[in-house]
């Protein structure tokens, strides 16, 4: 395979992972009811229904916490994405220095995101992008070894 190639198999699949996460903060940051989205593992984790919880009148302004915590946490999902863009963007992953810091750090993202689910929302339909992400991550981080620099 020649190097142009596994240059483009090294940058495009960290690009990919940074444009996902700006695909799915973007999702909680438009639907009217962001939680949602994840109901069902929402409301395993608490035990409850969202119809149960809502309807209590001690929770009247909880749609309306769940909308900003949700909307919050879009934006956060979002400048990630656009931070992770745009570093590969720029340094099109050319170093070996660029390659090792933006993979070590999206290896560390990845655990801390995989852990969070598998361990506390194990139903989550959201498994299935990180099995993606992981899988885009192997990717670049094999292609990244066959460079030379």
Known sequence: MNQKTIHNLT??????????SVGLGLGWLIHPE???????????LLQTSFQTLLAAD???HLPDYLLVIYRFFGWWVVSIGLLIMTYVQVTRMGTTLAR????????????GVAYMVFNFIPSSPFKVVIYL???LWLT???????LKD
């Open 34 to 44: 962001p939680w949602i989205l994840d109901q069902a593992p929402n409301e395993a």
């Open 11 to 20: 940058w495009i699949p960290p690009f990919l992972i940074g444009l996902g």
């Open 140 to 146: 670049s981080a094999y292609f990244s070894t066959q």
């Open 133 to 135: 992400q992981v899988t």
């Open 58 to 60: 001690l929770n009247v």
């Open 100 to 111: 090792n810091s933006i993979l070590g750090v999206l290896l560390i993202i990845l655990v």
